[in-house]
């Protein structure tokens, strides 16, 4: 039997040049997000400590994001959590190929090394 792949169901943002940032509406999407759709050196954000969406930045291939296009996107992942109405907000980032699925985690829980914590202020572009 032919196994469908199922696309993640994300609000999408174009951000600067080419860059797009993707955000996970439920549990089941993130895992989708995260674990199936990024590339390896696709970045990954998530709200650091809180319930939020996974959110992931890509651009042309071999090219990297500047500082301003990883923050707008580090925004969106603060804008999609719990930590909405806050202030300044810490937003975990990493490479997709450095998050993974603990074994029977349940769907969006996920694991990530080499993370860097950006401060933001929830936005949308």
Request: hydrophobic letters at 40%; charged letters at 25%.
């Amino acid at each position: 039997m032919e196994r469908k792949q199922i696309e993640p169901d994300v609000w999408t943002y174009t951000l600067s040049e080419d860059w797009k940032a993707s955000a996970g509406k439920t549990d089941a999407d993130n895992d989708l997000l995260s674990l199936r759709t990024a590339r390896a050196n696709d970045l990954w954000f998530h709200v650091h400590g809180l319930p939020g969406s996974h959110v992931i930045l890509r651009g042309p291939e071999g090219a990297i994001a500047d500082s301003a296009t990883i923050k707008q996107a580090a925004a969106i992942a603060a804008w999609h959590s719990k930590a909405r109405a806050a202030g300044i907000v810490p937003v975990s980032c990493t490479e997709a190929k450095n998050v993974s699925k603990p074994r029977g985690a349940k769907p969006g829980t996920v694991t990530i090394k080499r993370e860097k914590i950006i401060k933001v202020r929830p936005a949308l572009p």
